[in-house]
C-alpha cells in the first residue's frame, strides 16, 4: 500500500549559476521530513511552474540570489503567502530583506553595532579616524562589502559611487575588531525556542575589493553561547515588528568596545542553519516543520 505523506512541504531555494553557493543542510533537512512521513520537495522561488497551492507550507531555506533581485522576490514572497502558509510570513520578508530594520531594533533599545545609511543622492560622510564597513543595505554572503581604514576614503568612494549608480543604499559601520579575535557568533532560534549556536571568524580581510567573492562562514565551529549572547538575541527577537510568528531566526552577534554583545545582523530570511555542523538539532528542525505545515 503507497503511503500517504502527512505533509506536503516546498524546500524553497534557488537556481546555482555555476558559481553560487551550495545548501549543504537542503538534502539532510528533505531525507529527513521524508523519513517522517512527509513529501517534501525541493523547489524554485522564481519558478512559474509551481503550484504553491498544492503545498501545505512553503518554507523559504536557500533563496541567496534574493539581494540582487528584493523587490522580485517580496512579491513572491506576498503572492506565495496568499496561496499557502509560508514560513517565515512575508511581513517579516518584507521588513528583513532591508537592513535598515538595524535602526528599528535600536530604537526599539535593542543593543546594534551602530550603523548609518547613506542613500544614492546623500553626502558621502566616512570616518576619517577609525576603521569602518561599507555594504549594501540588501545583501548575502558579504556581497559588495568591504573593510577600509582612515587611508583608504578614495576606495571607499568608489564603492559608495558603483553601489548609488546601481541605486543601492549603503550601510556604514565601524569595523568592530573583537571580530578578529573572538569571531562573530550565529545562535539559530527554531519553532520558538533556542536550537544551536556557532561561530565563525572574520570575513572582511584587510584590502580584500569589495566586488570580490568572500567566504562567507570562514573557520565555522559549535559555540556554546553566554547569558548575555541569549539574552540580546530574545531582545532581538521581541523587538520584530508586529511580535510575528517565527518558525526560525538567526542572530548574528559581535562583541563591542564595551565587549557586550551587540546584534551584527538578525537573519529572518534564508539563514543557513548549519545542520550540517548540528546534526543532533536535525530531529528539532523536522519536528518544528511538520508541525507548522499540520
Not at 91 to 109: E, I, P, Q, S
Not at 192 to 209: C, D, Y
Not at 212 to 220: G, M, S
Request: charged letters at 25%.
Amino acid at each position: 500500500m503507497a503511503r500517504i505523506a502527512t505533509a506536503r512541504v516546498a524546500l524553497v531555494t534557488y537556481r546555482p549559476d555555476g558559481t553560487g553557493s551550495v545548501d549543504r543542510d537542503l538534502p539532510v533537512l528533505k531525507g529527513a521530513l521524508d523519513d517522517a512521513g512527509a513529501e517534501a520537495v525541493v523547489t524554485h522561488w522564481d519558478d512559474p511552474a509551481v503550484d504553491w497551492a498544492a503545498f501545505d507550507l512553503a518554507l523559504i531555506r536557500s533563496t541567496w540570489d534574493y539581494s540582487w533581485r528584493v523587490p522580485e522576490f517580496v512579491a513572491w514572497a506576498e503572492r506565495c503567502a496568499g496561496l499557502t502558509r509560508l514560513a517565515n510570513p512575508a511581513g517579516v520578508v518584507r521588513w528583513n530583506t532591508d537592513k535598515r530594520y538595524l535602526g528599528d531594533l535600536a530604537a526599539a533599545g535593542v543593543a546594534v553595532v551602530p550603523t548609518r545609511y547613506l542613500a544614492p543622492g546623500d553626502p558621502v560622510d566616512l570616518p576619517d579616524d577609525h576603521a569602518y564597513v561599507v555594504k549594501p543595505t540588501a545583501g548575502a554572503g558579504a556581497r559588495l562589502a568591504a573593510r577600509y581604514g582612515p587611508g583608504e576614503r578614495k576606495t571607499a568612494e568608489r564603492q559608495l559611487a558603483r553601489m548609488h549608480a546601481e541605486g543601492l543604499t549603503a550601510m556604514v559601520q565601524p569595523y568592530v575588531s573583537s571580530i578578529d579575535t573572538a569571531g562573530e557568533r550565529a545562535l539559530m532560534f527554531f519553532g520558538g525556542r533556542f536550537l544551536h549556536a556557532s561561530r565563525k571568524g572574520a570575513v572582511l580581510e584587510p584590502g580584500t575589493p569589495y566586488d570580490a567573492a568572500k567566504v562567507a562562514h570562514p573557520r565555522l565551529g559549535r559555540w556554546e553561547p553566554t547569558p548575555a549572547e541569549l539574552a540580546v538575541a530574545q531582545d532581538a527577537l521581541a523587538a520584530v515588528p508586529g511580535r510575528p510568528e517565527l518558525l526560525y531566526a538567526r542572530v548574528d552577534l559581535v562583541d563591542g568596545d564595551d565587549g557586550e554583545p551587540q546584534v551584527m545582523e538578525l537573519e529572518l530570511v534564508e539563514p543557513n542553519l548549519f545542520l550540517w555542523l548540528h546534526p543532533d538539532s536535525l530531529p528539532v528542525v523536522t519536528e518544528a516543520v511538520l508541525k507548522a505545515a499540520r
